[in-house]
C-alpha cells in the first residue's frame, strides 16, 4: 500500500512537467528516474538495475516537440515500480517497460488535449490585465490533470499488478483512444494558425508558399526552411526592397 | 538641457536583475507546464515574462498586451531555447522605454528563433551530449556499479543548468547591446519588414511540417483499394494540413475567437474518428 502510494506520487512528479528541468534531467533517462522509484521502495540497485536494462531500450531516441515513441514516465517509473514490488527480473520489467510504454501515450495525449483548456482559461484571464493568478492556469491545473493520468493508473498497477492496469485500457472502448490521437493530429493546425496571425502579412504571402513548397515537396527540414528563410530576410535587408514595398506609403 | 535628461533617467524603466533571475526560474520550472497541442510552450513562456511584465508595465492595458503577446504559439527546446526568453527580456525593456522596437517585431524574433534553437538543442542535449553520459550511466549501472544512474544525473544536470543561464543571459546580453543601439525608425521598420519575411517563411514551413493531418480512409474499387491519402499526396502533399492551418487561419482573422474555432476543430476530429476519415 505504502509503496503504491509512494509511486504514485513519485509518477505524478514525473507525468506532467512539475518542475522543468527535473524533467529534463531525471524524466527523461528511464536509468535515473528507475533508480529513484527503486530508492523510494527500499532498493536502488534493483531499480538502477531495471532503469539501466530499459534505458538500453530506447537509447539515442530524441524527442522532437513533446512527440515520442513511449511515455518515459510509464516506462521508466511505474514499471520499475510494478517489476521491483512484484519481485520480476530487469528482463521481465523491460517486457512490462514496452506495454506500459505504449499505454502511456494515451495517458499524455489526454493531458495534452485537456491542457488546451487550460490555456484557454489563461487567455480569458490575461484579458483582465492581472499576472498574479497565470501560475494557476499555467502549473497547478495541468498537475492535478497528471495526477489522474499518471498517479492514479500508477497506485491501480502497483497495487494490483500491470495486468490489471492493462486489461482496463482493453476495457476503454477503442473509438476514445482514435478519437484522442485524431484531436492531437488535428489541433496543431489551431496554434499554427494562430502563430501565422502573429506575424501575417498580405505583401510577404509568397515566402509562407516558397518553404510550404520546401517542406511537401523537396522535404526540407525546419532548420533548412529557417536558412531559406534568414536568406529572404536578409535579401530584403541588404537589397533595400524596403524601398520598394513602401513605396506608395 | 541637462535637467530633461536627468529627468528622462529618472523614468527609465529597466529589469532589475532579480527580475531576470526570477524569470529564469520561472523558465526552468514551468515552461512546458501546461504543454498542450493547440500551443505547445505558449503560457508557459508567457508565465516566466510575469516578473519582467510585472516590472515594466504597470496599467492593466500594458499587462493584457504583452501577456497576449506572449501567450502564441510557442516550441523550442527549453535548456538552448533559454537564449529566446533572455532576448526577449531585453526587447521588452526597450519596447517599454518607447524604442524602436515594436510587438510585431517580438512576435517574428520569437517565431523566427524557435526552430533553429530548438533544432540545434534538440541535436546537441538529446543526440549528443545524453547519448554519451546515458551510455557510460547505463555501462556503470550493468557491470554493478550502482552509481552510474548518479554520475549521469549529476553531469546532465551541470550540463543543463550551465547552458541554461550561458544562453539565458548571453540573449539579454545580445539584445541590450544590439537593440538598444537601433534608435533610427526606419532601420527598425527594416528590420520589423525583414524579421516579418522570416516569421511568414517559418510559418508557412511548419504548416506541413507541424501539423500532420492525414486521413486513413480507403475504398474498395473492385480487387484494388484507393488509398485517399495517397490519391491526396499526388494533388497536393499535406493538402488535409494546408486546409486546415488556412480554415482557422481565415477565421482568426475574421475575429471569430480562438475557443469557437478550438471547438470546430474538435468536433471534425470526433465525428472524423466515429466515422472512420482519421
Not at chain 2, 517565431?111 to 534553437?117: A, H, Q, S, T
Given at each position: 500500500m505504502m509503496s503504491a502510494v509512494l509511486v504514485a506520487?513519485?509518477?505524478?512528479?514525473n507525468g506532467g512537467w512539475f518542475i522543468e528541468f527535473f524533467e529534463w534531467s531525471i524524466r527523461a533517462a528511464p536509468l535515473v528516474s528507475g533508480a529513484i522509484t527503486g530508492l523510494l521502495l527500499g532498493d536502488w540497485q534493483a531499480g538502477a538495475m531495471i532503469g539501466a536494462t530499459v534505458q538500453l531500450l530506447y537509447m539515442g531516441q530524441v524527442e522532437v516537440g513533446g512527440v515520442s515513441a513511449y511515455d518515459k514516465c510509464y516506462a521508466g517509473i511505474i514499471a520499475t515500480g510494478v517489476a521491483i514490488v512484484s519481485r520480476q527480473s530487469p528482463q521481465v520489467a523491460v517486457t512490462i517497460a514496452v506495454s506500459l510504454g505504449a499505454i502511456g501515450l494515451v495517458a499524455r495525449?489526454?493531458?495534452?488535449?485537456?491542457?488546451?483548456?487550460?490555456?484557454?482559461m489563461g487567455d480569458k484571464y490575461a484579458e483582465k490585465g492581472e499576472t498574479q493568478r497565470i501560475w494557476i492556469y499555467n502549473w497547478l491545473l495541468p498537475q492535478l490533470v497528471t495526477f489522474v493520468f499518471y498517479g492514479i493508473p500508477a497506485f491501480l498497477a502497483v497495487f494490483f499488478g500491470a495486468q490489471y492496469l492493462e486489461s482496463f485500457m482493453k476495457m476503454m472502448p477503442a473509438f476514445v483512444n482514435r478519437a484522442l490521437e485524431a484531436i492531437g493530429m488535428i489541433l496543431p493546425a489551431l496554434g499554427i494558425a494562430l502563430m501565422f496571425k502573429t506575424v501575417y502579412n498580405t505583401k510577404f504571402i509568397s515566402f509562407a508558399m516558397i518553404t510550404y513548397l520546401a517542406v511537401a515537396y523537396m522535404k526540407f527540414d525546419i532548420?533548412?526552411?529557417s536558412i531559406l528563410g534568414g536568406a529572404f530576410a536578409l535579401l530584403y535587408w541588404n537589397l533595400n526592397f524596403y524601398k520598394l514595398t513602401n513605396e506608395e506609403e | 538641457m541637462s535637467e530633461t535628461t536627468s529627468a528622462e533617467t529618472v523614468s527609465v524603466k529597466k529589469i532589475k536583475k532579480i527580475d531576470l533571475i526570477r524569470c529564469f526560474l520561472l523558465w526552468e520550472v514551468t515552461a512546458e507546464s501546461c504543454l498542450s497541442y493547440e500551443r505547445l510552450m505558449s503560457l508557459g513562456f508567457a508565465h516566466s515574462m510575469v516578473p519582467i511584465i510585472n516590472r515594466l508595465y504597470t496599467t492593466k492595458e500594458e499587462k493584457r498586451a504583452a501577456l497576449k503577446r506572449h501567450m502564441s504559439f510557442f516550441n523550442t527546446e527549453a535548456n538552448w531555447g533559454a537564449f529566446i526568453p533572455g532576448l526577449i527580456c531585453s526587447m521588452e525593456e526597450e519596447y517599454a522605454n518607447g524604442g524602436a522596437v515594436e510587438p510585431e517585431?517580438?512576435?517574428?524574433?520569437?517565431?523566427?528563433?524557435?526552430?533553429?534553437?530548438?533544432?540545434?538543442?534538440?541535436?546537441?542535449t538529446q543526440g549528443l551530449i545524453k547519448t554519451v553520459l546515458l551510455s557510460i550511466g547505463v555501462d556503470m549501472t550493468l557491470k554493478g556499479q550502482v552509481a552510474g544512474p548518479l554520475i549521469f544525473l549529476i553531469f546532465f544536470s551541470i550540463y543543463l543548468l550551465g547552458i541554461g543561464v550561458f544562453t539565458f543571459s548571453q540573449g539579454y546580453r545580445l539584445g541590450r547591446n544590439v537593440l538598444s543601439k537601433i534608435t533610427d525608425n526606419s532601420i527598425m521598420r527594416k528590420l520589423t519588414d525583414s524579421l516579418s519575411i522570416l516569421g511568414m517563411s517559418?510559418?508557412?514551413a511548419m504548416m506541413v511540417n507541424s501539423v500532420q493531418i492525414e486521413t486513413s480512409l480507403k475504398i474498395d474499387a473492385g480487387d484494388s483499394e484507393v488509398v485517399i491519402q495517397d490519391l491526396l499526396n499526388s494533388i497536393l502533399p499535406g493538402m488535409l494540413s494546408v486546409i486546415a492551418v488556412m480554415t482557422s487561419l481565415y477565421y482568426l482573422r475574421k475575429g471569430v475567437s480562438i475557443s469557437k474555432v478550438m471547438l470546430g476543430l474538435f468536433i471534425i476530429a470526433i465525428v472524423g474518428s466515429l466515422i472512420g476519415v482519421f
Open positions: 506520487i513519485w509518477a505524478t512528479m495525449n489526454a493531458c495534452m488535449t485537456i491542457n488546451v483548456f487550460f490555456v484557454h532548420i533548412a526552411c | 517585431t517580438i512576435s517574428s524574433i520569437k517565431i523566427g528563433l524557435m526552430g533553429p534553437v530548438a533544432g540545434i538543442g534538440d541535436t546537441i517559418i510559418a508557412g
